[in-house]
Every structure is written in structure tokens, then in C-alpha cells.
């Protein structure tokens, strides 16, 4: 996982790169500071908001993630990686199935194939998400924190009521049994 570089394109790619460019005032701080914030950010969105999305190959645009950018938050995405994959298809897969995508088929890309689509679509719907709650519509500085303080209340309403911790804590435990 997370061993080669991450192409994006089309839709994803611009919105991506709108993103990584909101809040560049003077004095350096963005609200995404790199691609590879947006791209850690936007599966736990997805998640949490229920949208996924295909590549969109439309626009001709495209933006990357490099490996060795990818390595360097290596923890950080195969916990997001992890959370995805158990939290998502709760009514077409079994815990077993999902334990198994979660932590038994990292070294098998084969067997892995299904539940990397699975992430990729998350990220590409959390990327949608992001983009029309603080970029649609928004042209002034404003604006854009107007819209960032909303997401975020509303993120944490959702996010609060859809995940526990002792439930992922309890299906971690169940995993390493």
C-alpha cells in the first residue's frame, strides 16, 4: 500500500489543487498545506459523509502525490486505510471480511485489489465533498472561512455520531485475536 505515486485527474485534480492553494496569505498558513494533506484528510470525509466517486477522467487536469511524500505519513494513511476498510460495506461484508481487508491483505495485492478501489473511491468522494462545502460558491476570503467554520461544525456532528471509539477499538482487538 501506498508504494507508488498517486495520480489524480481530471475533477479530483483540480478540485485537489484548489484546495491545497485556499488561505495563502502572507504569512504562510494554508488550510491544506500539501496534496498529500487533502488526500489524508478526504477518505475519512467520504466515510463519513457516505460518497464515494469514479476517477473522472473529463478534465485533462491532473496533480500527484509522490512515494516518498507518501512514506513519510505512512502511519497516518494505513490508519485511515485501516478505519475505511472496516467501516465501510457493513451490510455487504461480513467482520470477517472486513477484519480481513483491513489488516490481512496488505502484502497481497491481488486479494488487496477490492479494498484499495474500495479507499480510492472514498478519497475521490471525500475530495467532492470538501470541494462544494468551502470552495463552491465562495469568491472572498470571507466566504471561505465562513464556509470552513460550517464544515467543520457539521463534520464533527457527523463524525460524532457515526464512529465510537470503543467500537473500533473493540474490532481492532477482535483482529489481532
Known amino acids: 500500500m501506498f508504494k507508488k ?5 481530471g475533477k479530483h485534480a483540480e ?8 488561505l495563502n496569505v ?20 467520504g466515510i463519513v459523509y457516505g460518497r464515494t466517486a469514479l476517477v473522472d477522467n473529463e478534465l485533462k487536469d491532473d496533480t500527484s502525490i509522490h512515494t516518498e511524500q507518501l512514506q513519510g505519513e505512512l502511519d497516518v494513511l494505513t490508519y485511515n ?10 451490510d455487504t461484508l461480513s467482520l470477517e471480511e472486513r477484519m480481513d481487508r483491513a ?3 496488505d ?12 479507499f480510492e473511491q472514498y478519497v475521490l468522494g471525500g475530495i467532492e465533498v470538501l ?17 470552513i467554520f460550517k464544515f467543520i461544525s457539521e463534520y464533527n456532528e457527523r463524525y460524532n455520531s457515526m464512529i465510537e471509539n470503543d467500537k473500533i477499538y473493540d474490532l481492532c482487538r477482535l483482529a489481532s485475536d
Open 131 to 147: 470541494y462544494e462545502k468551502i470552495m463552491e460558491e465562495s469568491k472572498e476570503m470571507d466566504q471561505y472561512l465562513q464556509n
Open 103 to 105: 489488516f490481512r491483505y
Open 81 to 90: 486505510y485501516r478505519l475505511i476498510m472496516l467501516l465501510a460495506q457493513k
Open 5 to 9: 505515486n498517486i495520480i489524480l485527474k
Open 15 to 22: 478540485y485537489m489543487k484548489k484546495l491545497h492553494s485556499i
Open 107 to 118: 502484502k497481497d495485492e491481488g486479494k488487496r485489489k477490492a479494498g484499495d478501489e474500495l
Open 26 to 45: 502572507s504569512n504562510g498558513i494554508k488550510l491544506f498545506n500539501r496534496n498529500l494533506d487533502v488526500y489524508i484528510f478526504a477518505p475519512i470525509i
